[in-house]
């Protein structure tokens, strides 16, 4: 009991998820800085946004819904730290793995947007209702092709457990090396960037458009908590890649394989102009739709 | 030195009010906001909503019109926050003091904690002002 609560608070749980999801952010923002060509915030920069939110007032807005105002943020800070517990132990231990914790994962996974949908509809702001809406549809957008990429690494290890995905990537090599593999990495990839809702696809928080959308009318801890779970979600999605399609992160390569995740999700981060909702989905549906099913095919025939 | 100071000074995020500014500071503002004077070397971002900023810019001229918006926005930031007058207009009404329609200087209905003087101010001015009034906190 005690080491389950140890597990979800502190390792690998929220405090270490946190800090390094927050650390993540920091890197995010200093490569941005260094393509713009200037010299970007200190290190400590995340941790003095952080501390900062978190002391100051939080505010209601007339008229909204309180509870589910102020209770959205913890939602989906949940999903992630179940999410984060749930991955690293099954690293590290795979034998703690059970059927169908795999589908577990993409539940749980569901849960930020969620949070971010209740908190941006109970808000009474006409802006964020606006990025509450697009937040949705992108998030019936990426699931598709996001769904289709973990079937394929289910489909070639031919089995739902997560621990048994990584012994079968340590025995045959990591599913990343074939041709299906190089298809489902693509596509988690792209889809990571919409699940950050990261630039070409930060359509729901569009600064120009609607300010913050969902986010607009939070301050304080229940902003400071948002922060953390993308922040968190930062750190998860890539680990949650590298688990099922690139060798799992129990050797000391994993975390080059992380950092070249990370720079790679930066850069195309900042070398693409934003989408527009309609436009997104088109390309989830049927662009990424129709290449994760040429994955699909090609995992069932065995390439 | 207090944590609640400490991250209050390291990351200050800044709204830009303009009340009926002429313009002229708001460009500048947002000159000091481009790549080339990186203020986010000091933490400094711009955003979109009055709900996330710690500290106002305040442009312009104060009016009957426009006095109600901007104590609207100063009561829908969360405390602590700052107030920063940027440009001539806003330290003092100077010209437009006589006219019928002036409600007044900043510092009559807000309490402002930095002066930025200049029509307009240059972007060294204003990053130098922001820097100071966090050093004096």
Known sequence: MIKAIINFVIYPGLLFTGGIGLFLTWIDRKVTARIQWRVGPPIYQPYADFIKLLLKETFVPKGASKVAFLLAPFLGLIGVNVVSTMLFLMNFHPDLSFVGDIIVIIYLLALPPLSVIIGGASARNPLSSVGASREMTLFFGYELPFLIAVAIAVIKTGSLKIGEIIIHQKLYGPLLYSFSGVIAGLVFLIVTQAKLTFVPFDIPEAEQEIMAGPYLEYSGVALAIFKLTRAMLFFVLPVFLITILWGGMASPWSIVKFLVIVVLIVLIKNTNPRLRIDQALKFFWIGLGILSLIGLILALVGL | ?137
């Open chain 2, 1 to 137: 030195m207090g944590i609640k100071l400490w991250g209050l000074k390291k990351s200050p995020w800044v709204f830009h009010v303009a009340a009926a500014p002429c313009n002229n500071c708001d460009i500048e503002i947002l000159d000091a906001l481009t790549p080339r004077f990186d203020v986010e070397r000091f933490g400094i971002l711009l955003v979109g909503s009055p709900r996330h900023a710690d500290a106002l810019l305040v442009t312009g001229i104060l009016n009957r019109k426009n006095l109600p918006r901007v104590l609207r926005v100063y009561e829908q930031t969360p405390k602590p926050c700052l107030v920063i007058a940027v440009g001539t207009c806003a330290c003092h009404p100077n010209i437009f003091s006589v006219s019928y329609n002036v409600t007044g200087p900043y510092d009559k209905h807000l309490p402002v904690h930095v002066y930025i003087p200049g029509c307009p101010p240059k972007p060294e001015t204003i990053i130098a002002g922001v820097v100071k009034a966090l050093k004096n906190l």
